[in-house]
């Protein structure tokens, strides 16, 4: 797999206007034609599970890429993979997840403020 340094706007890769402090990761993806990709996720019994649509920064240029962006779960071993997909159909790895569940508590918004 060949290797792309991206520079990830936020967590997961996603830019909002919310975030009041910009923190920039110059981070290395595995990256591969998607077809590739979708033959390791089928290995690992990954369904897709939601897509959507991001940009993502590439770090030496500051050029915006538009991408895809997809998570896959396998509920029963609770792994999940978010990938993000360019229109030239290469799909890169960006977080690789064990431990998959969904959230039973409050909102972390809505948690009490700790006194520090």
């Given amino acids: 797999?060949?290797?792309?340094?991206?520079?990830?706007?936020?967590?997961?890769?996603?830019?909002?206007?919310?975030?009041?402090?910009?923190?920039?990761?110059?981070?290395?993806?595995?990256?591969?034609?998607?077809?590739?990709?979708?033959?390791?996720?089928?290995?690992?019994?990954?369904?897709?599970?939601?897509?959507?649509?991001?940009?993502?920064?590439?770090?030496?240029?500051?050029?915006f890429y538009p991408a895809g962006f997809y998570i896959w779960a396998n509920l029963d071993t609770q792994t999940t993979s978010i990938t993000i997909m360019f229109p030239d159909q290469v799909m890169c790895l960006v977080a690789p997840v064990k431990n998959f569940q969904g959230w039973k508590g409050d909102q972390p918004w809505d948690m009490p403020k700790k006194k520090g």
Avoid at 12 to 19: F, N, R, S
Avoid at 37 to 55: Q, Y
């Fill in 1 to 63: 797999m060949k290797h792309i340094i991206f520079t990830i706007l936020t967590t997961l890769g996603l830019a909002t206007a919310a975030v009041s402090q910009e923190r920039t990761l110059k981070v290395s993806l595995p990256c591969d034609k998607a077809v590739n990709v979708f033959n390791t996720l089928r290995s690992m019994n990954e369904r897709l599970l939601f897509t959507g649509d991001t940009v993502v920064r590439e770090s030496t240029t500051n050029t």
